[in-house]
């Protein structure tokens, strides 16, 4: 009856994860769910990049109830090569379910260990680990799920069983056509950025990952706070994710002579690129979608300020006609809560990873710096609650940061 009421969870599972948009959002779901599916203490999910495999998310039940309500587990971002040499290296190279009782006493004849270093660092011990690929039906290798410490029903470490396999193996199926659907979303959004980044060198992958990782956490933290229920968390996060992603898409409706310009503009000049904004709003103007509502707003306003000192102000994106006016007839600025959260969250995420990325234009500036200008921005650029929150997430922070490198010159 436990088998039938699992594979009953996992069809369920089929359709929720098929509704996730983001591909690391679905990544991070696939593998809290596989650790539900059996009763799995801890967990990581690994993708397939080149030759390697490189991890994408790590969870630990045990680790994290010792942390403080509300925050994440921080985790070291690595890669791990395809070969025999390790148990997910291993389950990868030959696509098939790896089962292992003990891994400090596995087998002296098998080509592949354990590395207790892990451990050491984590301050967790490993017992039963259950590794499972995720390939496709033309036996495409996507990732590798590793799930750790299986549990009773007393919350004794137990090994993974013949019937932990079955189910896993049918939710990995589910999930791995999921992930192709989330890879085929991904890299179309990619393309767009691609077509920012030949008019603008600043808009590269790594910078719109950057910036959207970023944006989730502050979401995520900013929920916690405000008490969002989960369902209404986990979809805001999913739309925010992509819509963040194209923030700054109009720049492609922006002069090449204007957006590579190596020195400052001038007032006409900035006032052009300024545009970017409502150019970007009205790529979504067929609105059929959440998603289209917050990435059109995210667009228009992630250059407003909080003081409401920013651009494009209180104007229809299409007529560019003043919504709002002061006494000269002028749009007023938005300001404060009149800015969409999106909009505020992506403002602190972008103008973080501006300052603390090299441009052919610019070093990066120091670390410190960079933190202290955000500070000093609060209340004037930037929400002062939001402000308060990135601070409290910065260890989430560097994390992001560290996942998506700029590609090496």
Not at 162 to 187: K, W
Not at 198 to 220: F, I, M, Q, S, W
Not at 311 to 318: E, H, K, L, N, V
Request: aromatic share 8%.
């Amino acid at each position: 009856m436990k088998g039938r009421t699992n594979l009953e969870s996992i069809i369920r599972l089929d359709s929720e994860l098929n509704q996730i948009q983001d591909l690391d959002l679905l990544l991070e779901r696939i593998l809290l769910e596989a650790r539900r599916v059996v009763h799995a203490d801890a967990g990581s999910i690994y993708v397939k990049d080149g030759d390697k495999l490189a991890i994408k998310y790590s969870q630990n039940d045990t680790l994290q109830k010792a942390l403080p309500p509300g925050q994440k587990l921080i985790y070291s971002v690595f890669t791990i090569p395809i070969n025999d040499k390790t148990l997910s290296g291993y389950c990868a190279q030959t696509k098939e379910i790896l089962n292992v009782k003990d891994v400090y006493n596995i087998p002296t004849d098998s080509p592949f260990s354990y590395n207790t270093q892990y451990d050491k660092i984590s301050g967790y011990k490993t017992t039963s680990m259950l590794t499972v690929p995720l390939k496709t039906a033309e036996n495409k290798l996507l990732g590798v799920i590793q799930v750790i410490n299986a549990k009773d029903e007393s919350g004794s470490i137990i090994p993974f069983s013949q019937e932990d396999e079955l189910l896993i193996s049918h939710f990995a199926v589910n999930a791995t056509v999921a992930l192709q659907r989330a890879y085929m979303t991904r890299a179309m959004i990619l393309r767009m950025i691609k077509m920012s980044e030949l008019r603008d060198p600043k808009e590269t992958g790594a910078h719109v990952n950057r910036v959207a990782g970023y944006a989730v956490e502050l979401y995520d933290r900013w929920a916690y706070h405000h008490k969002i229920p989960e369902l209404e968390r986990d979809k805001f996060r999913d739309t925010l994710k992509i819509a963040a992603m194209l923030h700054d898409v109009g720049k492609v409706a922006i002069s090449d002579i204007i957006l590579k310009k190596p020195a400052k503009f001038t007032p006409e000049e900035y006032a052009i690129m300024q545009g970017h904004t409502y150019f970007g709003a009205r790529l979504f103007d067929d609105i059929q979608s959440p998603l289209d509502v917050i990435a059109s707003e995210i667009a228009l306003t992630h250059h407003e300020n909080w003081d409401g000192s920013g651009y494009p102000g209180w104007i229809d994106p299409f007529t560019l006609k003043p919504i709002k006016t002061d006494s000269e007839g002028k749009p007023l600025g938005r300001k404060g809560t009149e800015i969409p959260l999106g909009g505020r969250i992506v403002a602190i995420a972008d103008v973080f990873d501006a300052l603390s990325s090299r441009r052919v234009y610019k070093e990066a500036w120091e670390e410190q710096a960079v933190y202290n200008e955000i500070r000093k921005q609060s209340g004037i650029k930037f929400d002062p609650e939001l402000v308060a929150m990135f601070f409290e997430i910065l260890p989430n922070i560097k994390q992001i940061r560290d996942m998506y490198p700029e590609p090496a010159e």
